[in-house]
């Protein structure tokens, strides 16, 4: 099918709208006014409709104008959004990136920067998959992710500093450990301990297990939102990240008061799987993380 319109046309009538007058969109678009007005004549006769009436010196669209138009409008914009795309592809910019985080990473570290890296980066897609245990480590070591946002650093892959998570025990205000002044690791025994499974595939489960976990019951969950619907039903205990019991509405919850154990911290690192492949894009994000957590440390 051979279209009779053409994208340049449609652009004009968006300026001249823009514009007001024909005058003002020639100057915007640095053509002279006898071609707008040419062009936008032989729009309306391709179309066998009326597009712009004259009032005094402005130029107005008319209701088939402004119907014609608001189709125009989003073609014209993908138009250049292609022409971008084409741009950054031929100078090697990734139309997709891969970014993992896990599980424990407070998320807002990482869309906050994505928000500011979108805004100039039209042209590029992010896939963001979440991790813990064995598959934050096989996003760096098997290099599926082109960011990753990771724990303990990898052996043999370079990390960067990106912040700290303190993990809380937690239970229900109405479980029997809530009643506690004080709790020792023998209270836990006989109590349910609610913990995030690995979402990895894991070859020697003992490798995988991270923390305190004698309890003779276990509650094992996807993840931490699960948990938390998990402990205020009262149906154990769990640690908890404090960026998450922030978020959330804790007056039915308890912090234990555990002797030796009542918090510990969690660093975290970003890494960049790929080393010297890593594409430009994502090494613009990269940046944008990076500076983000420079400002959120700086500040504590």
């Not at 003779?216 to 619907?229: I, K, S, Y």
């Amino acid at each position: 099918m051979r279209l009779k319109t053409t994208l340049d046309q449609w652009l004009t009538l968006i300026e001249v709208d823009k514009a007001g007058s024909i005058q003002a969109a020639a100057s915007r678009l640095n053509k002279s006014h006898t071609t707008l007005i040419y062009a936008i004549k032989k729009l309306e006769q391709q179309l066998g409709v009326s597009l712009i009436r004259v009032e005094g010196r402005r130029a107005v669209l008319t209701d088939d104008g402004k119907s014609l138009l608001r189709r125009a409008e989003p073609i014209v914009d993908q138009a250049n959004e292609l022409e971008l795309l084409g741009s950054q592809l031929s100078k090697g910019i990734e139309s997709e990136i891969t970014v993992t985080i896990d599980h424990l990473c407070n998320r807002d570290w990482l869309y906050r920067p994505i928000s500011e890296f979108l805004a100039s980066n039209a042209g590029t897609s992010i896939q963001v998959r979440e991790t813990s245990l064995s598959s934050t480590r096989d996003a760096v070591i098997n290099q599926q992710a082109d960011i990753a946002i990771i724990t303990l650093p990898v052996t043999n892959y370079l990390a960067e500093a990106f912040g700290v998570v303190t993990m809380i025990p937690v239970v229900s205000r109405h479980h029997p450990l809530a009643q506690k002044s004080s709790i020792c690791s023998e209270d836990l025994l006989s109590e349910t301990q609610i913990i995030v499974r690995d979402l990895g595939h894991i070859e020697d489960p003992d490798e995988q297990d991270v923390g305190w976990l004698k309890s003779q019951q276990r509650l094992t969950v996807d993840n931490f939102d699960h948990a938390w619907a998990a402990v205020s039903q009262g149906l154990g205990f769990c640690r908890l990240p404090e960026h998450i019991l922030a978020s959330l509405d804790t007056t039915q919850v308890k912090k234990l008061p555990l002797l030796g154990g009542a918090r510990y911290q969690v660093p975290i690192h970003l890494s960049l799987p790929k080393a010297v492949q890593t594409g430009p894009a994502a090494s613009a994000l990269y940046e944008f993380l990076l500076a983000d957590a420079n400002r959120r440390m700086d500040n504590i």
